[in-house]
C-alpha cells in the first residue's frame, strides 16, 4: 500500500479557532469512506517546539503560543490537485 504524509506545519491558536479545529478535521476524515475521497489512515499534532527545526526564536515564539504541527498518513493518490481538476475543461 501507498501512503502520503502530509505534514501542516506551525498552526497557530489563532488558526485552530477560526475554523474547525484541526483534530475535528482529521478525526472527519478518518471517518468517512468514498470512492472520490482520498482516505486518512492516521493523524496526530505534537507542539512546534518538539520539532527539531523549531530552534528559531521566530519558531519559539509560534510554539509558546500554542503553535502545532499536524501530520496525516492518507492513500497516495497520484490524481493531481483538486484546483488542476477543477480548473481543466471537461469535454461532453
Known amino acids: 500500500?501507498?501512503?502520503?504524509?502530509?505534514?501542516?506545519?506551525?498552526?497557530?491558536?489563532s488558526q485552530q479557532t477560526l475554523t474547525l479545529s484541526p483534530e475535528v478535521e482529521a478525526e472527519l476524515s478518518v471517518l468517512v469512506s468514498h470512492p472520490n475521497l482520498v482516505k486518512t489512515h492516521l493523524y496526530g499534532l505534537k507542539p512546534t517546539s518538539s520539532n527539531p527545526m523549531a530552534a528559531s526564536p521566530a519558531a519559539s515564539f509560534v510554539a509558546d503560543q500554542g503553535g502545532?504541527?499536524?501530520?496525516?498518513?492518507?492513500?497516495?493518490?497520484?490524481?493531481?490537485?483538486?484546483?488542476?481538476?477543477?480548473?481543466?475543461?471537461?469535454?461532453?
Open 1 to 13: 500500500m501507498s501512503v502520503a504524509v502530509k505534514i501542516i506545519s506551525r498552526l497557530s491558536f
Open 68 to 92: 502545532m504541527d499536524m501530520w496525516m498518513v492518507q492513500e497516495w493518490c497520484d490524481g493531481g490537485t483538486l484546483r488542476e481538476y477543477c480548473t481543466v475543461p471537461k469535454l461532453g
